[in-house]
T-cell receptor, first 112, second 116 residues
Framework: TQLLEQSPQFLSIQEGENLTVYCNSS?????LQWYRQEPGEGPVLLVT?????EVKKLKRLTFQFGDARKDSSLHITAAQPGDTGLYLC????????????FGTGTRLQVFP | DTEVTQTPKHLVMGMTNKKSLKCEQH?????MYWYKQKAKKPPELMFV???????INESVPSRFSPECPNSSLLNLHLHALQPEDSALYLC???????????????FGAGSRLTVL
């Protein structure tokens, strides 16, 4: 069974602070995605990474896929209240890319 | 149209009722999914349809019955549910085959189910 553990589980910070969320597994994934989910909504894709060691930047968000394709990190610079939400990493199966497995989730609260 | 539409948004049902959740997309996606999400937990995969055929069933109890009438529609038929089945049910779709090896899902807003 492929499992994705995220840390921390909860993060409560002030506006302007930086933060990093980690997503770790003992399994190799064909791809790694990050989603953000707000209350009462479905998850919305932030980024997809497919190459080991890949780094992608989206404005204040930086995503990295580990060299061995078993882990990923999401770094947010100068967090804003609009960044509040549940952050989910999701791994594409090595044998079946239809089987997207979600991580345990990180709930972020950014206070003004 | 880049949306996945789910109906109803909220559903309350008794343990003896039969009801259905519906999902629709018009993005030409050929893979559709049902996920179940309990409060403060990540989504858990239930079923995957690929080209209108069931390709993955994650050992879901038979009181949940999926149906894919055509490439745009996905239903989840519910019968004899238990209170612990109360959750947010999310539908999603994706291109098939996956683009560049990455299966990117577009999610609906979900149907919040309460079983009394």
């Amino acid at each position: 069974t492929q499992l994705l553990e995220q840390s921390p589980q909860f993060l409560s910070i002030q506006e302007g602070e930086n933060l990093t969320v980690y997503c770790n597994s003992s399994s190799v994934f064909s791809s790694l995605q990050w989603y953000r989910q707000e209350p009462g909504e479905g998850p919305v894709l932030l980024v997809t990474v497919v190459t080991g060691g890949e780094v992608k930047k989206l404005k204040r968000l930086t995503f990295q896929f580990g060299d061995a394709r078993k882990d990923s990190s999401l770094h947010i610079t100068a967090a804003q209240p609009g960044d509040t939400g549940l952050y989910l990493c999701a791994g594409g199966g090595s044998y079946n890319t239809d089987k997207l497995i979600f991580g345990t989730g990180t709930r972020l609260q950014v206070f003004p | 149209d880049t949306e996945v539409t789910q109906t109803p948004k909220h559903l309350v049902m008794g343990m003896t009722n039969k009801k259905s959740l519906k999902c629709e997309q018009h993005m030409g996606h050929r893979a559709m999914y049902w996920y179940k999400q309990k409060a403060k937990k990540p989504p858990e995969l239930m079923f995957v349809y690929s080209y209108e055929k069931l390709s993955i069933n994650e050992s879901v109890p038979s009181r949940f019955s999926p149906e894919c009438p055509n490439s745009s529609l996905l239903n989840l038929h519910l019968h004899a549910l238990q209170p612990e089945d109360s959750a947010l049910y999310l539908c999603a779709s994706s291109q098939e085959p996956a683009v560049a090896g990455a299966n990117v899902l577009t999610f609906g807003a979900g149907s919040r189910l309460t079983v009394l």
